[in-house]
Protein backbone atom coordinates (compact mmCIF):
# COMPACT_ATOMS: atom_id res chain seq x y z
CA UNK A 1 0.00 0.00 0.00
CA UNK A 2 1.24 3.38 -1.14
CA UNK A 3 1.33 5.44 2.24
CA UNK A 4 2.29 8.76 3.86
CA UNK A 5 2.84 7.76 7.81
CA UNK A 6 3.43 10.78 10.26
CA UNK A 7 4.53 10.53 13.95
CA UNK A 8 2.76 11.33 16.40
CA UNK A 9 1.05 14.84 18.17
CA UNK A 10 3.32 16.70 19.80
CA UNK A 11 2.69 19.32 23.07
CA UNK A 12 5.61 21.80 23.59
CA UNK A 13 5.96 25.02 25.23
CA UNK A 14 6.97 28.38 23.67
CA UNK A 15 10.76 28.57 22.98
CA UNK A 16 11.31 24.90 22.50
CA UNK A 17 12.26 23.12 19.42
CA UNK A 18 10.22 20.21 17.58
CA UNK A 19 10.69 17.56 14.78
CA UNK A 20 8.18 15.89 13.14
CA UNK A 21 8.69 12.84 10.34
CA UNK A 22 6.89 12.12 7.40
CA UNK A 23 7.35 8.14 6.39
CA UNK A 24 6.83 7.14 2.55
CA UNK A 25 6.39 3.78 1.86
CA UNK A 26 4.87 1.44 -1.34
CA UNK A 27 5.99 3.38 -3.79
CA UNK A 28 9.10 5.12 -5.53
CA UNK A 29 10.33 7.51 -4.26
CA UNK A 30 12.35 9.01 -6.67
CA UNK A 31 9.25 9.94 -8.65
CA UNK A 32 7.85 11.64 -5.93
CA UNK A 33 7.94 15.24 -4.26
CA UNK A 34 6.87 15.58 -0.40
CA UNK A 35 5.03 19.00 0.66
CA UNK A 36 4.16 19.81 3.79
CA UNK A 37 0.56 21.73 4.93
CA UNK A 38 -0.43 24.01 7.74
CA UNK A 39 -3.84 23.67 9.11
CA UNK A 40 -4.08 26.05 11.65
CA UNK A 41 -7.12 25.11 14.19
CA UNK A 42 -10.54 26.17 12.15
CA UNK A 43 -8.83 27.63 9.56
CA UNK A 44 -7.86 26.34 5.98
CA UNK A 45 -4.62 24.55 4.13
CA UNK A 46 -1.77 26.89 4.13
CA UNK A 47 1.40 25.53 1.71
CA UNK A 48 5.02 25.98 3.14
CA UNK A 49 6.91 23.95 0.90
CA UNK A 50 8.00 20.67 -1.02
CA UNK A 51 10.97 18.54 -0.82
CA UNK A 52 12.83 15.81 -2.94
CA UNK A 53 13.63 12.87 -0.66
CA UNK A 54 16.33 12.03 -3.43
CA UNK A 55 18.51 15.14 -3.10
CA UNK A 56 16.69 17.22 -0.28
CA UNK A 57 16.47 19.43 -3.37
CA UNK A 58 13.81 22.14 -1.05
CA UNK A 59 11.37 24.80 -2.30
CA UNK A 60 9.91 27.38 0.33
CA UNK A 61 6.94 28.99 0.42
CA UNK A 62 8.15 32.76 1.18
CA UNK A 63 5.62 32.82 4.46
CA UNK A 64 7.36 30.08 5.43
CA UNK A 65 10.83 30.49 4.65
CA UNK A 66 13.30 30.82 7.55
CA UNK A 67 10.48 29.62 10.04
CA UNK A 68 10.74 25.95 9.32
CA UNK A 69 13.45 23.69 7.82
CA UNK A 70 12.43 20.78 5.84
CA UNK A 71 14.98 17.97 5.78
CA UNK A 72 14.72 14.24 4.05
CA UNK A 73 16.37 11.13 4.95
CA UNK A 74 16.43 8.93 1.24
CA UNK A 75 17.71 5.97 3.36
CA UNK A 76 15.02 5.94 5.29
CA UNK A 77 12.33 7.48 3.09
CA UNK A 78 11.20 10.47 5.42
CA UNK A 79 11.23 13.58 5.22
CA UNK A 80 11.04 16.09 8.14
CA UNK A 81 9.72 18.92 9.16
CA UNK A 82 11.49 21.39 12.13
CA UNK A 83 11.61 24.41 14.39
CA UNK A 84 14.49 25.74 16.34
CA UNK A 85 11.93 27.57 18.59
CA UNK A 86 8.15 27.00 18.49
CA UNK A 87 5.44 30.28 19.28
CA UNK A 88 2.06 29.19 19.98
CA UNK A 89 1.25 30.28 16.05
CA UNK A 90 2.62 27.40 15.47
CA UNK A 91 -0.38 25.27 16.82
CA UNK A 92 -1.65 24.20 14.28
CA UNK A 93 -1.89 20.09 12.59
CA UNK A 94 0.45 19.60 9.66
CA UNK A 95 0.38 16.98 6.61
CA UNK A 96 2.71 15.70 4.26
CA UNK A 97 1.42 15.23 1.03
CA UNK A 98 2.99 13.53 -2.39
CA UNK A 99 3.53 15.42 -5.91
CA UNK A 100 4.38 13.58 -8.83
CA UNK A 101 7.18 14.77 -10.29
CA UNK A 102 7.03 15.87 -14.45
CA UNK A 103 3.12 15.19 -14.37
CA UNK A 104 -0.10 16.59 -13.49
CA UNK A 105 -0.74 14.41 -10.72
CA UNK A 106 -0.57 15.87 -7.13
CA UNK A 107 -2.03 15.23 -3.39
CA UNK A 108 -3.49 11.60 -3.79
CA UNK A 109 -1.49 10.75 -0.85
CA UNK A 110 -1.75 12.21 2.48
CA UNK A 111 -0.42 11.48 5.91
CA UNK A 112 -2.58 11.32 8.25
CA UNK A 113 -1.60 14.44 10.10
CA UNK A 114 0.74 15.81 12.93
CA UNK A 115 -1.02 18.04 15.42
CA UNK A 116 1.03 20.82 17.40
CA UNK A 117 0.03 22.22 20.12
CA UNK A 118 2.37 24.96 21.63
CA UNK A 119 1.14 26.29 24.79
CA UNK A 120 3.06 27.24 28.18
CA UNK B 1 1.69 35.24 -6.15
CA UNK B 2 -1.47 33.34 -7.39
CA UNK B 3 -4.14 34.25 -5.07
CA UNK B 4 -6.82 31.78 -5.48
CA UNK B 5 -10.49 32.83 -4.52
CA UNK B 6 -13.52 30.41 -3.74
CA UNK B 7 -16.91 31.19 -3.70
CA UNK B 8 -19.39 30.67 -2.24
CA UNK B 9 -18.07 31.15 1.14
CA UNK B 10 -21.25 28.32 2.31
CA UNK B 11 -23.16 26.57 -0.09
CA UNK B 12 -26.56 25.31 1.98
CA UNK B 13 -27.82 22.20 -0.50
CA UNK B 14 -30.02 19.45 0.65
CA UNK B 15 -29.23 15.87 -0.61
CA UNK B 16 -29.87 15.06 -4.39
CA UNK B 17 -29.24 18.79 -5.28
CA UNK B 18 -26.67 19.86 -7.50
CA UNK B 19 -24.03 22.06 -6.32
CA UNK B 20 -21.25 24.47 -8.21
CA UNK B 21 -18.27 25.93 -6.24
CA UNK B 22 -15.99 28.56 -7.94
CA UNK B 23 -12.95 29.19 -7.59
CA UNK B 24 -11.21 32.44 -9.10
CA UNK B 25 -7.63 32.58 -9.76
CA UNK B 26 -5.82 36.37 -9.54
CA UNK B 27 -3.99 35.70 -12.86
CA UNK B 28 -4.22 33.25 -15.79
CA UNK B 29 -3.24 29.87 -14.83
CA UNK B 30 -1.96 26.56 -16.54
CA UNK B 31 -5.21 24.06 -16.07
CA UNK B 32 -2.72 21.30 -15.83
CA UNK B 33 -2.53 22.45 -12.39
CA UNK B 34 -5.59 22.97 -10.77
CA UNK B 35 -6.60 20.52 -7.97
CA UNK B 36 -10.15 20.23 -5.97
CA UNK B 37 -9.87 18.46 -2.68
CA UNK B 38 -12.63 17.40 -0.36
CA UNK B 39 -12.11 17.54 3.80
CA UNK B 40 -14.39 16.20 5.98
CA UNK B 41 -13.58 17.17 10.00
CA UNK B 42 -10.48 15.27 11.59
CA UNK B 43 -9.67 14.21 8.35
CA UNK B 44 -6.86 14.53 5.52
CA UNK B 45 -8.15 16.30 2.83
CA UNK B 46 -8.80 14.12 -0.57
CA UNK B 47 -8.15 14.18 -4.08
CA UNK B 48 -11.08 14.79 -6.12
CA UNK B 49 -9.96 16.15 -9.37
CA UNK B 50 -6.62 16.82 -10.90
CA UNK B 51 -5.27 18.92 -14.23
CA UNK B 52 -8.47 20.77 -13.71
CA UNK B 53 -11.02 17.93 -14.89
CA UNK B 54 -9.34 14.59 -14.49
CA UNK B 55 -11.13 12.43 -11.92
CA UNK B 56 -8.70 11.11 -9.45
CA UNK B 57 -8.92 7.04 -8.95
CA UNK B 58 -12.06 5.92 -6.78
CA UNK B 59 -13.83 9.33 -7.15
CA UNK B 60 -17.53 8.88 -8.44
CA UNK B 61 -18.48 10.33 -11.63
CA UNK B 62 -20.84 12.68 -9.57
CA UNK B 63 -18.00 14.96 -9.09
CA UNK B 64 -16.68 16.89 -12.58
CA UNK B 65 -14.44 19.58 -12.87
CA UNK B 66 -14.20 22.52 -15.50
CA UNK B 67 -12.33 25.91 -16.05
CA UNK B 68 -9.20 27.74 -17.66
CA UNK B 69 -7.19 30.45 -17.23
CA UNK B 70 -8.71 32.23 -14.49
CA UNK B 71 -12.32 30.51 -13.73
CA UNK B 72 -12.07 27.15 -12.34
CA UNK B 73 -15.73 24.88 -11.54
CA UNK B 74 -16.29 22.06 -9.68
CA UNK B 75 -19.54 20.43 -9.71
CA UNK B 76 -21.29 18.02 -7.56
CA UNK B 77 -24.36 16.43 -9.45
CA UNK B 78 -26.37 15.28 -7.39
CA UNK B 79 -25.11 15.53 -3.78
CA UNK B 80 -25.46 12.54 -1.82
CA UNK B 81 -24.70 12.72 2.34
CA UNK B 82 -21.12 12.10 2.56
CA UNK B 83 -20.55 15.02 0.26
CA UNK B 84 -21.02 17.59 2.76
CA UNK B 85 -18.21 18.70 3.09
CA UNK B 86 -15.28 21.38 3.12
CA UNK B 87 -13.53 22.02 -0.60
CA UNK B 88 -10.72 23.74 -1.38
CA UNK B 89 -9.11 24.27 -4.97
CA UNK B 90 -5.62 24.20 -4.97
CA UNK B 91 -3.06 25.67 -8.13
CA UNK B 92 0.43 23.53 -7.86
CA UNK B 93 2.62 24.89 -11.06
CA UNK B 94 6.59 25.78 -10.95
CA UNK B 95 6.95 23.89 -7.54
CA UNK B 96 5.07 26.31 -5.60
CA UNK B 97 1.66 25.75 -4.38
CA UNK B 98 -1.47 28.14 -3.33
CA UNK B 99 -4.98 27.01 -1.82
CA UNK B 100 -8.34 28.88 -2.12
CA UNK B 101 -9.72 29.57 1.42
CA UNK B 102 -12.42 26.95 1.04
CA UNK B 103 -16.40 26.52 0.04
CA UNK B 104 -18.15 24.67 2.75
CA UNK B 105 -21.35 22.63 1.30
CA UNK B 106 -23.67 22.30 4.60
CA UNK B 107 -27.36 20.50 5.09
CA UNK B 108 -29.97 22.95 4.05
Known amino acids: EEQLVQSGGEVRKPGESLKISCKASGYNIANYWIAWVRQMPGKGLEWMGIIYLRDSDTTYSPSFQGQVIMSADKSTNTAYLEWSSLAASDTATYYC?????????????WGQGTTVIVSS | EIVLTQSPGTLSLAPGERATLSCRAS???????LAWYQQKPGQAPRLLIY???SRATGIPDRFSGSGSETDFTLTISRLEPEDFAVYYCQHYGNSRWTFGQGTKVEFK
Open chain 1, 97 to 109: VRHRRYTRLTGDV
Open chain 2, 51 to 53: GAS
Open chain 2, 27 to 33: QSVSSSY
